[in-house]
Protein backbone atom coordinates (compact mmCIF):
# COMPACT_ATOMS: atom_id res chain seq x y z
CA UNK A 1 0.00 0.00 0.00
CA UNK A 2 1.04 3.11 -0.75
CA UNK A 3 1.44 6.22 2.13
CA UNK A 4 -0.21 9.55 2.08
CA UNK A 5 -3.62 9.72 1.70
CA UNK A 6 -4.95 11.21 5.17
CA UNK A 7 -8.50 11.36 6.52
CA UNK A 8 -10.85 8.62 5.17
CA UNK A 9 -8.20 6.68 4.03
CA UNK A 10 -7.22 6.52 7.84
CA UNK A 11 -10.58 5.74 8.96
CA UNK A 12 -10.97 2.96 6.04
CA UNK A 13 -7.71 0.96 7.38
CA UNK A 14 -9.26 0.04 10.21
CA UNK A 15 -11.03 -3.54 10.31
CA UNK A 16 -14.25 -3.83 8.38
CA UNK A 17 -15.70 -6.73 7.59
CA UNK A 18 -15.61 -7.31 3.95
CA UNK A 19 -13.91 -4.95 2.82
CA UNK A 20 -9.97 -3.52 3.03
CA UNK A 21 -7.96 -1.08 1.75
CA UNK A 22 -6.26 -2.08 -1.15
CA UNK A 23 -4.28 1.39 -2.26
CA UNK A 24 -4.15 5.02 -1.43
CA UNK A 25 -2.97 7.99 -3.48
CA UNK A 26 1.07 9.11 -3.04
CA UNK A 27 1.91 12.04 -0.42
CA UNK A 28 1.41 15.16 -3.30
CA UNK A 29 -0.27 13.83 -5.90
CA UNK A 30 -2.98 15.30 -7.05
CA UNK A 31 -6.73 14.25 -5.67
CA UNK A 32 -6.73 12.04 -2.56
CA UNK A 33 -8.57 8.95 -2.93
CA UNK A 34 -8.32 5.48 -0.76
CA UNK A 35 -9.52 1.83 -3.37
CA UNK A 36 -11.23 0.02 -1.37
CA UNK A 37 -12.01 -4.18 -2.33
CA UNK A 38 -15.38 -5.56 -1.15
CA UNK A 39 -16.42 -9.03 -0.43
CA UNK A 40 -19.54 -8.45 1.33
CA UNK A 41 -22.86 -6.39 1.56
CA UNK A 42 -22.01 -5.27 5.29
CA UNK A 43 -18.18 -4.43 4.09
CA UNK A 44 -20.17 -1.98 1.12
CA UNK A 45 -22.42 -0.38 3.49
CA UNK A 46 -19.91 0.31 6.04
CA UNK A 47 -17.64 1.86 3.39
CA UNK A 48 -20.86 3.82 2.48
CA UNK A 49 -21.80 5.25 5.99
CA UNK A 50 -17.96 6.45 6.46
CA UNK A 51 -17.90 8.25 3.28
CA UNK A 52 -21.12 10.00 3.62
CA UNK A 53 -20.03 10.94 7.33
CA UNK A 54 -16.47 12.58 5.99
CA UNK A 55 -18.24 13.76 2.82
CA UNK A 56 -16.33 11.77 0.94
CA UNK A 57 -17.28 10.86 -3.11
CA UNK A 58 -17.84 7.10 -3.82
CA UNK A 59 -17.31 5.93 -7.44
CA UNK A 60 -16.95 1.83 -8.52
CA UNK A 61 -14.50 0.33 -9.79
CA UNK A 62 -10.58 0.63 -9.87
CA UNK A 63 -8.55 3.79 -9.05
CA UNK A 64 -8.45 5.93 -11.96
CA UNK A 65 -7.41 9.68 -12.90
CA UNK A 66 -10.09 12.08 -11.48
CA UNK A 67 -10.27 15.10 -14.12
CA UNK A 68 -8.81 18.10 -12.64
CA UNK A 69 -11.75 20.38 -13.28
CA UNK A 70 -13.81 18.14 -11.04
CA UNK A 71 -11.31 18.12 -8.34
CA UNK A 72 -11.89 19.72 -4.98
CA UNK A 73 -11.11 19.07 -1.20
CA UNK A 74 -13.10 16.04 -1.31
CA UNK A 75 -11.49 13.05 -1.04
CA UNK A 76 -12.65 9.87 -3.11
CA UNK A 77 -13.13 6.07 -2.58
CA UNK A 78 -13.31 3.66 -5.26
CA UNK A 79 -14.96 0.88 -4.00
CA UNK A 80 -13.99 -2.56 -6.31
CA UNK A 81 -16.96 -5.34 -6.42
CA UNK A 82 -15.08 -7.81 -8.13
CA UNK A 83 -14.72 -10.39 -5.64
CA UNK A 84 -18.47 -10.27 -5.16
CA UNK A 85 -18.90 -12.46 -8.31
CA UNK A 86 -20.92 -15.62 -7.23
CA UNK A 87 -23.76 -16.87 -8.70
CA UNK A 88 -26.65 -16.84 -5.70
CA UNK A 89 -29.64 -18.96 -7.15
CA UNK A 90 -30.16 -20.22 -10.84
CA UNK A 91 -33.76 -21.32 -11.81
CA UNK A 92 -32.78 -22.55 -15.59
CA UNK A 93 -36.80 -23.83 -16.14
CA UNK A 94 -37.95 -20.54 -15.61
CA UNK A 95 -34.82 -18.43 -16.89
CA UNK A 96 -33.59 -16.40 -14.50
CA UNK A 97 -30.79 -16.52 -12.19
CA UNK A 98 -29.66 -14.33 -9.13
CA UNK A 99 -26.19 -13.50 -8.95
CA UNK A 100 -23.23 -10.68 -7.58
CA UNK A 101 -22.78 -7.77 -9.17
CA UNK A 102 -18.86 -8.18 -9.62
CA UNK A 103 -19.27 -11.02 -12.24
CA UNK A 104 -18.12 -10.02 -15.62
CA UNK A 105 -20.77 -10.87 -18.47
CA UNK A 106 -17.81 -13.23 -19.83
CA UNK A 107 -18.09 -15.26 -16.39
CA UNK A 108 -21.92 -15.27 -16.39
CA UNK A 109 -22.52 -16.37 -19.92
CA UNK A 110 -19.79 -19.04 -19.77
CA UNK A 111 -21.66 -20.14 -16.41
CA UNK A 112 -24.95 -20.59 -18.65
CA UNK A 113 -23.55 -22.21 -21.61
CA UNK A 114 -23.69 -25.59 -20.25
CA UNK A 115 -27.54 -24.92 -19.20
CA UNK A 116 -28.28 -23.33 -23.31
CA UNK A 117 -29.03 -20.57 -22.08
CA UNK A 118 -27.32 -16.68 -22.07
CA UNK A 119 -27.65 -12.72 -20.64
CA UNK A 120 -28.43 -11.27 -23.94
CA UNK A 121 -26.20 -7.47 -24.07
CA UNK A 122 -24.32 -6.75 -26.14
CA UNK A 123 -20.87 -5.20 -24.08
CA UNK A 124 -17.35 -5.76 -23.66
CA UNK A 125 -16.72 -9.53 -22.12
CA UNK A 126 -15.07 -8.04 -19.23
CA UNK A 127 -17.88 -5.50 -18.33
CA UNK A 128 -18.96 -6.00 -15.18
CA UNK A 129 -22.48 -6.55 -14.05
CA UNK A 130 -22.29 -3.65 -12.13
CA UNK A 131 -21.00 -1.87 -14.76
CA UNK A 132 -23.73 -2.51 -16.94
CA UNK A 133 -26.79 -1.77 -14.29
CA UNK A 134 -24.66 1.70 -13.81
CA UNK A 135 -24.90 2.50 -17.54
CA UNK A 136 -27.89 1.10 -18.80
CA UNK A 137 -26.60 0.75 -22.45
CA UNK A 138 -26.82 -3.23 -23.49
CA UNK A 139 -25.64 -2.21 -26.67
CA UNK A 140 -27.26 -3.12 -30.33
CA UNK A 141 -28.85 -6.55 -29.16
CA UNK A 142 -31.54 -4.22 -27.19
CA UNK A 143 -33.34 -4.55 -30.41
CA UNK A 144 -34.17 -8.41 -30.09
CA UNK A 145 -33.96 -8.43 -25.64
CA UNK A 146 -34.40 -5.47 -24.59
CA UNK A 147 -33.40 -3.08 -22.41
CA UNK A 148 -30.98 -3.01 -19.55
CA UNK A 149 -33.90 -2.38 -17.21
CA UNK A 150 -35.84 -5.06 -18.66
CA UNK A 151 -33.53 -7.86 -17.92
CA UNK A 152 -32.70 -7.03 -14.53
CA UNK A 153 -35.92 -7.90 -12.73
CA UNK A 154 -34.50 -6.92 -8.84
CA UNK A 155 -31.81 -5.50 -7.18
CA UNK A 156 -30.21 -5.67 -3.31
CA UNK A 157 -28.35 -2.65 -3.31
CA UNK A 158 -26.59 -0.24 -0.48
CA UNK A 159 -28.09 3.11 -0.46
CA UNK A 160 -25.69 6.16 -0.10
CA UNK A 161 -26.32 6.22 3.58
CA UNK A 162 -25.47 2.73 3.86
CA UNK A 163 -28.91 1.18 4.47
CA UNK A 164 -29.29 -1.69 2.63
CA UNK A 165 -32.85 -1.74 0.00
CA UNK A 166 -34.05 -4.58 -2.15
CA UNK A 167 -36.40 -3.68 -5.71
CA UNK A 168 -38.16 -6.52 -7.63
CA UNK A 169 -37.50 -10.04 -7.06
CA UNK A 170 -36.70 -13.41 -9.11
CA UNK A 171 -40.14 -13.59 -10.84
CA UNK A 172 -40.46 -11.78 -14.32
CA UNK A 173 -43.74 -10.27 -13.01
CA UNK A 174 -43.55 -8.82 -9.37
CA UNK A 175 -44.05 -5.24 -9.26
CA UNK A 176 -46.27 -3.82 -7.83
CA UNK A 177 -46.37 -0.02 -7.64
CA UNK A 178 -43.56 2.51 -8.41
CA UNK A 179 -40.33 0.20 -10.15
CA UNK A 180 -37.27 0.95 -8.08
CA UNK A 181 -35.05 -1.26 -10.14
CA UNK A 182 -35.66 0.81 -12.97
CA UNK A 183 -34.65 3.99 -11.37
CA UNK A 184 -31.73 2.74 -9.99
CA UNK A 185 -30.67 0.93 -13.80
CA UNK A 186 -28.92 3.23 -16.01
CA UNK A 187 -28.30 5.93 -13.13
CA UNK A 188 -24.89 5.92 -13.16
CA UNK A 189 -23.74 4.62 -9.06
CA UNK A 190 -25.65 8.04 -7.99
CA UNK A 191 -28.93 6.88 -6.25
CA UNK A 192 -27.58 3.14 -4.66
CA UNK A 193 -24.64 0.57 -5.48
CA UNK A 194 -26.41 -2.99 -6.62
CA UNK A 195 -24.30 -5.87 -4.94
CA UNK A 196 -26.97 -8.30 -6.49
CA UNK A 197 -29.55 -8.56 -8.84
CA UNK A 198 -32.25 -11.06 -10.32
CA UNK A 199 -31.91 -11.44 -14.03
CA UNK A 200 -34.03 -12.57 -16.83
CA UNK A 201 -32.44 -15.20 -18.95
CA UNK A 202 -32.90 -16.14 -22.43
CA UNK A 203 -32.11 -20.08 -24.63
CA UNK A 204 -29.61 -19.44 -26.16
CA UNK A 205 -29.79 -19.42 -30.47
CA UNK A 206 -28.77 -22.27 -32.19
CA UNK A 207 -27.12 -20.17 -34.95
CA UNK A 208 -27.11 -16.29 -35.40
CA UNK A 209 -26.38 -14.60 -39.30
CA UNK A 210 -25.74 -10.82 -39.56
CA UNK A 211 -26.02 -8.38 -42.44
CA UNK A 212 -24.73 -5.27 -42.94
CA UNK A 213 -25.93 -2.60 -45.57
CA UNK A 214 -24.19 -0.16 -46.63
CA UNK A 215 -24.42 3.40 -48.92
CA UNK A 216 -23.43 7.02 -49.09
CA UNK A 217 -26.82 8.43 -47.85
CA UNK A 218 -27.83 7.75 -43.74
CA UNK A 219 -31.25 7.98 -45.01
CA UNK A 220 -31.73 6.17 -47.37
CA UNK A 221 -30.53 3.20 -44.97
CA UNK A 222 -32.65 4.42 -42.64
CA UNK A 223 -35.66 4.07 -44.55
CA UNK A 224 -34.29 0.59 -45.28
CA UNK A 225 -34.77 0.12 -41.27
CA UNK A 226 -37.88 1.12 -41.26
CA UNK A 227 -38.89 -1.82 -44.24
CA UNK A 228 -36.69 -4.41 -42.63
CA UNK A 229 -38.97 -3.67 -39.27
CA UNK A 230 -42.31 -3.53 -40.80
CA UNK A 231 -41.20 -6.91 -42.54
CA UNK A 232 -41.47 -8.47 -38.91
CA UNK A 233 -38.46 -10.46 -39.78
CA UNK A 234 -37.53 -11.02 -36.12
CA UNK A 235 -34.77 -9.03 -35.89
CA UNK A 236 -32.61 -9.00 -32.75
CA UNK A 237 -30.14 -6.08 -33.73
CA UNK A 238 -30.64 -3.30 -36.18
CA UNK A 239 -28.04 -0.46 -36.17
CA UNK A 240 -27.43 2.32 -37.75
CA UNK A 241 -24.12 4.13 -38.09
CA UNK A 242 -21.29 5.84 -39.35
CA UNK A 243 -18.85 3.30 -40.44
CA UNK A 244 -15.57 5.31 -39.45
CA UNK A 245 -16.68 3.79 -36.15
CA UNK A 246 -15.97 0.20 -36.88
CA UNK A 247 -13.65 0.36 -40.06
CA UNK A 248 -10.61 -1.07 -38.15
CA UNK A 249 -9.15 -4.32 -40.01
CA UNK A 250 -6.98 -5.31 -36.94
CA UNK A 251 -10.18 -6.55 -35.16
CA UNK A 252 -11.55 -8.28 -38.52
CA UNK A 253 -10.83 -11.26 -40.69
CA UNK A 254 -8.53 -10.34 -43.54
CA UNK A 255 -11.10 -10.74 -46.13
CA UNK A 256 -13.94 -8.82 -44.42
CA UNK A 257 -11.21 -6.25 -43.40
CA UNK A 258 -10.56 -5.94 -47.54
CA UNK A 259 -14.25 -5.44 -47.91
CA UNK A 260 -14.78 -3.01 -45.46
CA UNK A 261 -12.49 -0.80 -47.31
CA UNK A 262 -14.35 -0.61 -49.68
CA UNK A 263 -18.17 0.01 -47.74
CA UNK A 264 -19.73 3.71 -47.81
CA UNK A 265 -19.42 6.04 -45.30
CA UNK A 266 -23.01 4.61 -43.46
CA UNK A 267 -23.71 1.50 -42.65
CA UNK A 268 -26.86 -0.68 -41.26
CA UNK A 269 -25.97 -3.71 -39.09
CA UNK A 270 -28.82 -6.23 -39.23
CA UNK A 271 -28.41 -9.37 -36.64
CA UNK A 272 -30.95 -12.35 -36.73
CA UNK A 273 -31.05 -15.31 -33.80
CA UNK A 274 -32.68 -18.68 -34.01
CA UNK A 275 -32.78 -21.94 -35.15
CA UNK A 276 -30.54 -23.40 -38.04
CA UNK A 277 -33.22 -23.68 -40.83
CA UNK A 278 -35.13 -20.12 -39.78
CA UNK A 279 -31.89 -18.49 -39.99
CA UNK A 280 -31.10 -20.09 -43.42
CA UNK A 281 -35.26 -19.24 -44.20
CA UNK A 282 -34.32 -15.51 -42.95
CA UNK A 283 -30.82 -14.49 -44.37
CA UNK A 284 -31.96 -14.27 -48.26
CA UNK A 285 -35.07 -12.64 -47.37
CA UNK A 286 -33.36 -9.76 -45.56
CA UNK A 287 -30.54 -9.18 -48.40
CA UNK A 288 -33.50 -9.10 -50.78
CA UNK A 289 -34.29 -5.83 -49.62
CA UNK A 290 -33.09 -2.79 -51.55
CA UNK A 291 -32.92 0.96 -51.39
CA UNK A 292 -31.41 2.64 -54.33
CA UNK A 293 -27.58 3.50 -53.60
CA UNK A 294 -27.02 0.42 -50.76
CA UNK A 295 -25.70 -2.67 -51.15
CA UNK A 296 -25.25 -5.43 -48.37
CA UNK A 297 -23.10 -8.58 -47.60
CA UNK A 298 -23.13 -11.39 -45.31
CA UNK A 299 -20.81 -11.55 -41.94
CA UNK A 300 -18.94 -14.04 -41.02
CA UNK A 301 -19.96 -14.89 -36.98
CA UNK A 302 -16.40 -13.38 -36.01
CA UNK A 303 -16.80 -10.34 -37.88
CA UNK A 304 -20.52 -9.82 -36.66
CA UNK A 305 -19.33 -10.17 -33.34
CA UNK A 306 -16.27 -7.91 -33.61
CA UNK A 307 -18.68 -5.02 -35.34
CA UNK A 308 -20.86 -5.21 -32.51
CA UNK A 309 -18.28 -5.35 -29.63
CA UNK A 310 -16.87 -2.00 -31.38
CA UNK A 311 -20.68 -0.38 -31.31
CA UNK A 312 -21.08 -1.61 -27.32
CA UNK A 313 -18.00 -0.09 -26.47
CA UNK A 314 -18.19 2.92 -24.85
CA UNK A 315 -16.15 5.14 -25.93
CA UNK A 316 -15.37 9.13 -24.97
CA UNK A 317 -15.95 12.04 -25.07
CA UNK A 318 -19.80 12.02 -26.81
CA UNK A 319 -23.22 13.02 -26.34
CA UNK A 320 -26.46 10.91 -25.80
CA UNK A 321 -29.64 11.46 -26.79
CA UNK A 322 -33.18 10.13 -27.73
CA UNK A 323 -35.20 10.09 -31.01
CA UNK A 324 -37.65 8.57 -32.50
CA UNK A 325 -37.11 7.68 -36.17
CA UNK A 326 -38.84 10.32 -37.96
CA UNK A 327 -36.90 12.92 -35.49
CA UNK A 328 -33.88 11.49 -36.00
CA UNK A 329 -34.67 12.08 -39.87
CA UNK A 330 -34.70 16.03 -39.61
CA UNK A 331 -32.15 15.29 -37.43
CA UNK A 332 -30.02 13.47 -40.30
CA UNK A 333 -31.21 16.05 -43.06
CA UNK A 334 -30.69 19.01 -41.36
CA UNK A 335 -27.92 19.17 -38.38
CA UNK A 336 -25.96 16.67 -39.20
CA UNK A 337 -25.53 17.62 -42.49
CA UNK A 338 -24.22 20.72 -41.78
CA UNK A 339 -21.06 18.52 -39.76
CA UNK A 340 -20.32 15.76 -42.03
CA UNK A 341 -17.84 14.80 -40.11
CA UNK A 342 -19.51 14.20 -36.81
CA UNK A 343 -19.45 10.57 -36.23
CA UNK A 344 -22.49 8.49 -34.52
CA UNK A 345 -24.55 5.48 -34.06
CA UNK A 346 -28.63 5.13 -34.15
CA UNK A 347 -30.26 2.23 -32.47
CA UNK A 348 -33.36 2.11 -34.50
CA UNK A 349 -36.11 0.66 -32.59
CA UNK A 350 -34.84 2.27 -29.04
CA UNK A 351 -34.11 5.57 -30.60
CA UNK A 352 -30.16 5.94 -29.05
CA UNK A 353 -28.53 8.23 -30.46
CA UNK A 354 -24.99 8.25 -29.80
CA UNK A 355 -22.69 11.20 -31.40
CA UNK A 356 -18.62 11.07 -31.06
CA UNK A 357 -16.43 13.98 -30.42
CA UNK A 358 -12.60 14.08 -31.10
CA UNK A 359 -11.83 16.11 -28.11
CA UNK A 360 -14.05 17.89 -25.32
CA UNK A 361 -13.65 21.27 -27.36
CA UNK A 362 -15.25 19.66 -29.94
CA UNK A 363 -17.79 18.15 -27.23
CA UNK A 364 -18.89 21.37 -25.56
CA UNK A 365 -19.23 22.74 -29.75
CA UNK A 366 -21.31 19.91 -30.60
CA UNK A 367 -23.29 19.96 -27.10
CA UNK A 368 -24.37 24.18 -28.12
CA UNK A 369 -24.95 23.35 -31.75
CA UNK A 370 -27.32 20.29 -30.77
CA UNK A 371 -29.22 21.92 -28.30
CA UNK A 372 -30.22 25.03 -30.67
CA UNK A 373 -31.11 22.69 -33.13
CA UNK A 374 -33.55 20.63 -30.67
CA UNK A 375 -34.72 24.42 -28.82
CA UNK A 376 -35.55 25.30 -32.47
CA UNK A 377 -37.31 22.43 -32.91
CA UNK A 378 -39.21 23.05 -29.90
CA UNK A 379 -39.84 19.61 -29.18
CA UNK A 380 -39.33 17.80 -25.52
CA UNK A 381 -35.70 16.36 -25.37
CA UNK A 382 -33.05 14.81 -22.96
CA UNK A 383 -29.28 15.04 -23.80
CA UNK A 384 -26.60 13.64 -22.25
CA UNK A 385 -23.32 14.79 -22.29
CA UNK A 386 -20.61 12.28 -21.29
CA UNK A 387 -17.02 14.02 -21.48
CA UNK A 388 -15.38 10.91 -19.73
CA UNK A 389 -15.76 7.50 -18.25
CA UNK A 390 -16.64 9.21 -15.03
CA UNK A 391 -18.63 12.43 -16.25
CA UNK A 392 -22.30 12.48 -17.07
CA UNK A 393 -24.53 15.15 -17.11
CA UNK A 394 -27.93 15.30 -18.50
CA UNK A 395 -29.96 18.57 -19.49
CA UNK A 396 -33.58 18.48 -19.97
CA UNK A 397 -34.73 20.70 -22.94
CA UNK A 398 -37.94 22.16 -23.65
CA UNK A 399 -39.39 20.49 -20.59
CA UNK A 400 -40.77 21.06 -17.31
CA UNK A 401 -37.13 22.05 -15.82
CA UNK A 402 -38.42 23.02 -12.18
CA UNK A 403 -40.91 20.34 -11.64
CA UNK A 404 -38.09 17.93 -12.69
CA UNK A 405 -35.22 19.61 -10.82
CA UNK A 406 -37.62 18.68 -7.72
CA UNK A 407 -37.84 15.31 -8.43
CA UNK A 408 -34.80 14.82 -8.80
CA UNK A 409 -33.74 16.51 -5.52
CA UNK A 410 -36.36 14.27 -4.00
CA UNK A 411 -35.12 11.09 -5.03
CA UNK A 412 -31.18 12.26 -3.59
CA UNK A 413 -32.27 13.26 -1.12
CA UNK A 414 -34.03 9.72 -0.24
CA UNK A 415 -31.30 7.63 -1.62
CA UNK A 416 -28.31 10.11 -1.49
CA UNK A 417 -28.68 12.71 1.28
CA UNK A 418 -24.67 13.34 1.38
CA UNK A 419 -24.27 13.29 -1.98
CA UNK A 420 -21.52 11.03 -1.65
CA UNK A 421 -22.21 8.37 -4.17
CA UNK A 422 -20.22 9.89 -8.37
CA UNK A 423 -21.19 13.87 -8.00
CA UNK A 424 -19.16 13.48 -11.45
CA UNK A 425 -22.85 12.15 -12.64
CA UNK A 426 -25.05 14.78 -12.87
CA UNK A 427 -28.60 13.27 -13.52
Given amino acids: ?58 LTGPARTVPASRLDDREFVFVDLSSMNRILHHEPQDQVISVETGITLHELNAYLTPFGQWFPVSAQPQTSLLDLINRGDGGPLEHGFGAVRDLVLGLDAITGSGIEIKTGGI ?126 SELSFDDAEALLQICAAPAFPRLELSASVSEFSLLLADWLRAAPDQTFQYRVSTGRVLLYARDLTRLYELNDSLRSFLLRKSAPHTVAMAASELEYEIEYLGADIKKISQIKASLKERFDPSGCLNPLAVL
Fill in 171 to 296: VVKNVTGYDTTKLIVGSHGTLALPYAAHLRLYARPEKTAAVIFHGASAQDLLLLAGDLIGADLSLVCCELLDLSIVREPAVLSDGTAKLAQRWNKFGLIVRVAGHDELIKELIPQIRAFKREGTTN
Fill in 1 to 58: MQSGSVGLSQKLSKAIDGASVVATSASGEAGRWTQMSISHARGLAEVLKASASTAAAV
